[in-house]
C-alpha cells in the first residue's frame, strides 16, 4: 500500500526559509515521478515543482529560483527547499508520486497518490 508522509511546514516570516520532506513507501520509488503542489484557502491545487525518475525537474513560474526539489532515491524521500518565502506561497502542500510528466507544465497530471499534506504559513 503506497503511503506518502510529508513533514517540514510551519509558520515563517516573508524572507524565510523552509525545507519540506517527503516520505514514500509501498511504491517503485526509484522509477517513479514525484512532485510537489500546494493548495491555498479558496484556489484550486496547484503544481509546484516535479522530479522524474531519472532526474529532470520542472518548476511553476511562482517558484522558479527561490525552490528547489531534489530526490534521494536511497532514502525514497524527496525534498522542497523554500527560500524567500512570500506570502502568497501560504498553502498546504502536498506530495504526489505517479504524476505523467510533460514538456508542457499544461499537459503534466498528478498521479494516483498523495500525502495528507504539510502547511506552509508565511507572515508579511
Known amino acids: 500500500q503506497a503511503q506518502l508522509v510529508e513533514s517540514g511546514g510551519g509558520l515563517v516570516a516573508a524572507g524565510g526559509s523552509l525545507r519540506l520532506s517527503c516520505a514514500a513507501s509501498g511504491i517503485a520509488f526509484s522509477i517513479v515521478n514525484m512532485g510537489w503542489y500546494r493548495q491555498a484557502p479558496g484556489k484550486q491545487r496547484e503544481l509546484v515543482a516535479t522530479i522524474t525518475s531519472g532526474g529532470g525537474i520542472k518548476y511553476a513560474d511562482s517558484a522558479k529560483g527561490r525552490l528547489t526539489i531534489s530526490r534521494d532515491n536511497a532514502k525514497n524521500t524527496i525534498s522542497l527547499q523554500m527560500n524567500s518565502l512570500k506570502p502568497e506561497d501560504t498553502a498546504l502542500y502536498y506530495c504526489?508520486?505517479?504524476?505523467?510528466?510533460?514538456?508542457?507544465?499544461?499537459?503534466?497530471?498528478?498521479?494516483?497518490?498523495w500525502g495528507q499534506g504539510t502547511q506552509v504559513t508565511v507572515s508579511s
Open positions: 504526489n508520486a505517479g504524476l505523467f510528466y510533460a514538456a508542457s507544465e499544461a499537459r503534466i497530471r498528478p498521479g494516483d497518490y
